[in-house]
């Protein structure tokens, strides 16, 4: 080859192919992506940082926190459920009437679970005697004899085997219930238009799943969406000290080194345990490598009109003074969330009774493939 | 080449001799290579000082400036510009010279621009070190360091093109296509990151895409063609052969502009997915063109390794580049997907390919331009600092690289399993291994110290060359 001119250009095809594609083309696909609204409230995600969290913002640059710490939670699967939330109007009271009992049973729901999960066993339910005279509760039990003998030739059929310790009218019983985790959508979707068609009230369940998921560091993965608002984007690439896309809303024993809330007031709480952190990071976790940021405190009581509340760090020593840029930072910190769903990265959603712990099989109840 | 017979001839008779080819490069060539040498030195005294923070986290606390976030980003930058495009500066303009047979264009304004360079790195490393990082990877520098740095790079540039343009040899060697690509390369990936990240700033993640972009460019096509240029120049003359299948030399290159400019993104994480599909495949299939570089170099000099790496100092560090240039290719192809994410593992790519690949390749050149353009000689003063700046280099570059990998791997098997305790596993677990990189740095600081004593010897003698009959 002896001509530059040649090789020049040919270098610079080269460079223009990779540059279309890896610089152009990410701009042409993300370039226009705006904050989503969060359902039912007026709010968007992302938020727009308060003045504080933006100069914070400046800090975490500053002092290259991005250098151990990434801002982006991974995740290796998304799963779905079905769940049961209410057993349906079409449910048939067997008590006596005006014995101020019930006790509901949807019987079509009976059999569509026993459909769902051929795991569990089915236990027989009576027509008890004070409605023989219903016709309508007749016609329904007549019908779920009907669908039982049809089930029974189905199982057989299929070589399913029921065990009687276990039972779906268990499962009914105690709602909200999981009735399927972690399986593939079509499996959840056939479940759950199984359920409502019994006329229950039941749900599309959705699992994020992944260790980072696992250990608590976020609620679902993070997605280009989340940093609209950061400038620079600072995603981290070494994972030295715990991930933060969600240590505004980390629950405390998740952190690194586990603590608890001693109060109700857990927002202050978590403002003041990362101000701990940030002034010496060994006094809440012996083994932490972070290094102390002690020069965003002042160690006596500053000379200005307003210095601010004392931060007590330890039982023993003196109480400090944080300064503007360990607040900043702090409040940076606390703006770091990702439990909100989006449309391309779905939070799954609570049950409804906040009490009654779903009744989550071990790991996946599956049914097994024929 | 019968065609270009006529012009060589014609060529030949109005082309400089080699002293006056070599005295032209003298000031510019030689004030690179020591400005290069002081910042590796420099720059892995502050790595070392980094890394001792990442197990002993009460080293140098309680001061900002010296915090590892501040410190880590202020070494890589300070080894990057300041040592490896620095050095990778001196080696184009010399290959130029040499091979095309050309005096170099305006050595006082290269010196000036050089010395401008120079500047800019120093007042982008303290930048960094008072908190004026950009928070982009390779990318650091403030923009009031980073645009002086883009203006005496333009001016490097430009003169070195001219001199090309000039050169009385006309048929382009294989070391020139590397040379003359990463020369054009280089100013287009600095003014997008440049403009895209720091001046008008793209939404969300698109920066850490054209970050990502910009960090694999500057190692895969830039550093590493620099390194490619010298070995292809080194290799065939330490070996005294002419070089071997220079069809295959002429595919790999082609295939490396190619492919090259796609790896490393392979490893971000909320971002469309096929972005690290596709340069997971790049990371891939960029192994053809670098095995069949080194498997033309192979092939030149196969047969008189042994005995040309017992005479010869250059050919240990080409030998060394060589190997490390196939072991980070094929790690990163092997390892680097989803599997070592956010770990350490990724930080021992830019350490071996700055520190080794390129570190290594341009050490063993500079061993011979440095007494070349001093005292005359083929080699350096001192055999035993040669020798000494070599294995420490080396075993320097192995261990940072070994100790970086390792924690990765570790810090990866932790971050993939739910079980493991993130702090006891991944934080103070990976101690040893970064030890291992402490005592790395610490053997590359002796290497460039070597290299700095040989350099001043070599100087000396010819100090006392030109004036010793004066005193």
Redesign the interface.
């Given at each position: 080859?002896?001509?530059?001119p040649i090789?020049?250009a040919?270098?610079?095809f080269?460079?223009a192919?990779?540059?279309a594609?890896?610089?152009m083309a990410?701009?042409l696909?993300?370039?226009d992506?705006s904050p989503a609204p969060i359902p039912n409230t007026p709010d968007f995600h992302p938020a727009a940082r308060p003045g504080l969290a933006a100069q914070g913002a400046e800090v975490y640059?500053?002092?290259?926190?991005?250098?151990?710490h990434?801002r982006?939670v991974?995740q290796d699967q998304l799963l779905f459920g079905a769940r049961l939330n209410g057993i349906g109007p079409k449910a048939i009271n067997l008590e006596a009437a005006g014995s101020g009992k019930t006790n509901l049973v949807n019987l079509k729901l009976l059999i569509a679970l026993a459909k769902a999960r051929p795991d569990l066993g089915l236990a027989k339910v009576e027509l008890p005697p004070t409605l023989a005279a219903d016709t309508n509760a007749v016609a329904a039990f007549a019908q779920f004899t009907t669908h039982l003998t049809l089930l029974k030739h189905a199982d057989h059929k299929a070589g399913i085997v029921r065990t009687n310790s276990a039972t779906v009218n268990e499962l009914a019983g105690k709602l909200p219930a999981e009735i399927l985790a972690k399986v593939g959508p079509e499996e959840a979707e056939r479940v759950v238009k199984l359920l409502s068609d019994s006329g229950a009230k039941a749900e599309l369940v959705i699992y994020n799943l992944g260790?980072?998921i696992?250990?608590g560091w976020g609620a679902r993965?993070?997605?280009?969406?989340?940093?609209?608002n950061?400038?620079?984007?600072?995603?981290?690439?070494?994972?030295?000290?715990?991930?933060l896309a969600s240590i505004g809303t980390r629950a405390p024993e998740k952190f690194?080194?586990p603590w608890k809330f001693a109060t109700s007031n857990t927002a202050t709480e978590l403002e003041h345990h990362l101000l701990v952190h940030l002034y010496n990071?060994?006094l809440l976790?012996p083994?932490?490598?972070?290094?102390?940021?002690?020069?965003l405190f002042d160690k006596v009581k500053p000379e200005v009109r307003y210095a601010g509340e004392p931060l007590v760090v330890a039982k023993e020593s003196p109480p400090v003074f944080p300064k503007h840029n360990a607040h900043a930072l702090v409040a940076y910190l606390l703006t770091q969330r990702n439990d909100v769903s989006l449309p391309e990265a779905p939070v799954p959603s609570v049950a409804k009774s906040a009490t009654a712990k779903p009744a989550a099989p071990a790991d996946t109840n599956a049914p097994s493939k024929p | 080449?019968t065609a270009?017979q006529p012009s060589s001839q014609n060529a030949c008779a109005t082309a400089p001799s080699v002293a006056e080819v070599e005295a032209s490069c003298r000031l510019p060539v030689l004030f690179l290579a020591f400005s290069g040498a002081a910042w590796l030195l420099t720059g892995v005294v502050l790595a070392l000082l980094a890394s001792v923070?990442?197990?002993?986290?009460?080293f140098m606390?309680?001061?900002?400036w010296v915090?590892?976030?501040?410190l880590?980003?202020a070494a890589i930058n300070a080894l990057t510009y300041g040592f490896a495009l620095q050095s990778a500066f001196a080696l184009a303009l010399w290959l130029i010279a040499r091979l095309g047979r050309v005096e170099l264009s305006a050595p006082l304004g290269l010196t000036i621009a050089a010395k401008f360079w120079n500047i800019a790195v120093t007042v982008g490393v303290f930048g960094i070190l008072a908190?004026?990082?950009?928070?982009?990877?390779l990318l650091e520098f403030p923009l009031y360091a980073a645009l002086p740095l883009f203006a005496s790079y333009a001016c490097i540039a430009a003169w070195a093109l001219v001199t090309?343009?000039r050169r009385t040899e006309?048929?382009?060697y294989v070391s020139l296509?590397f040379v003359?690509?990463a020369l054009?390369?280089f100013p287009?990936?600095l003014s997008?990151a440049q403009g895209?990240?720091l001046v008008w700033?793209?939404?969300?993640?698109?920066?850490?895409?054209?970050a990502g972009?910009f960090g694999n460019?500057l190692l895969q096509?830039v550093l590493i063609g620099f390194a490619l240029a010298v070995l292809f120049y080194f290799v065939p003359k330490t070996v005294n052969r002419p070089l071997a299948n220079p069809g295959l030399a002429?595919a790999g290159f082609?295939l490396l502009?190619?492919i090259g400019?796609?790896c490393e993104?392979a490893?971000?994480?909320?971002?469309?997915a096929w972005?690290p599909a596709?340069?997971g495949a790049a990371n891939a299939l960029v192994i053809v063109p670098v095995v069949a570089l080194l498997v033309s170099l192979w092939q030149t000099a196969e047969g008189k390794i042994g005995e040309t790496c017992k005479e010869n100092a250059t050919f240990r560090f080409m030998l060394g580049a060589w190997i490390l240039l196939l072991g980070v290719t094929l790690r990163t192809a092997i390892f680097g997907g989803h599997f070592t994410?956010?770990?350490?593992f990724?930080?021992a790519r830019t350490d071996i390919v700055v520190l080794g690949v390129f570190g290594l390749a341009a050490l063993g050149a500079l061993h011979h331009i440095v007494p070349r353009l001093t005292t005359g000689e083929d080699e350096l003063p001192s055999e035993g600092l040669a020798d000494l700046s070599f294995w420490a280099a080396l075993l320097g570059v192995i261990a940072v690289g070994i100790g970086f990998t390792f924690a990765g791997v570790k810090?990866a098997a932790v971050?993939?399993?739910?079980n493991d305790k993130?702090?006891?596993f991944?934080?103070?677990g990976t101690a040893n291994h970064l030890k291992l990189v402490t005592v790395g740095y610490g053997a590359l600081a002796v290497s460039a110290l070597a290299f700095l004593a040989n350099f001043a010897f070599a100087a000396r003698r010819c100090c006392l060359n030109c004036c010793g009959g004066a005193r």
């Open positions: 080859m002896r001509y530059g090789i020049g040919g270098a610079l080269s460079l192919c990779s540059w594609a890896l610089v990410p701009q696909q993300l370039g992506l640059r500053s002092l290259g926190c991005y250098q151990c990434t982006a991974r260790p980072d696992a250990r993965r993070s997605v280009a969406r989340d940093y609209l950061d400038a620079p984007v600072l995603l981290g690439s070494v994972r030295v000290g715990p991930d690194a080194a990071p060994r976790a083994a932490s490598t972070c290094p102390s940021a002690s020069y | 080449m270009a923070q990442l197990y002993n986290p009460t606390e309680g001061c900002a915090t590892y976030g501040r880590r980003p908190g004026d990082a950009t928070g982009f990877d090309l343009h006309r048929e382009l296509w003359l690509a054009l390369w287009w990936i997008t895209l990240l700033q793209v939404p969300g993640v698109v920066q850490a895409i054209v972009w460019n096509i002429r082609w502009l190619l400019g796609w993104l490893q971000l994480a909320p971002v469309p972005i596709v340069s994410q956010f770990t350490f990724d930080t810090q971050g993939a399993s739910t993130f702090l006891e991944a934080v103070t």
